[in-house]
């Protein structure tokens, strides 16, 4: 929620993080003219932000949103940090008996005694109703 007054906004963001702005029916939120990194405050008007890789400590990215009155006076500041997890799959897709983290084999089966590939089994049945 914005605070009383504000009109627009603008964000900041570590290197680490993606942010995008997005309204109701376009891709991208169209800037406020001249002011070039504020957007106005409309309804619909979303801030989608991400990680494409993990974390090397706990909290170390941050967005900061602004928020901006009538005349472009700065009114208040609120901000969330970040820890990206990362998740992977790892498995011993080169049926060598050791377990590797970026296998370029986990992408692809071969069948056969030198084949390599992951086996994923995998539990869909409903165990409780």
Known sequence: VAPAGAVSFGVKHTEGVSVDVVSWGRAEAEPVPGSGTRWPLE???VLRFSMSQ??????DNKVTVSFYGEEGKPITQAGVFLTGIGISLDVDADQDGVVERNSPNKASWTWGPEGHGAILLVGCDK???
Do not use: I, K
């Open 54 to 59: 993990a974390s090397t400590e706990v909290n």
């Open 43 to 45: 309804e619909g008007t």
């Open 127 to 129: 165990e409780t109703p």
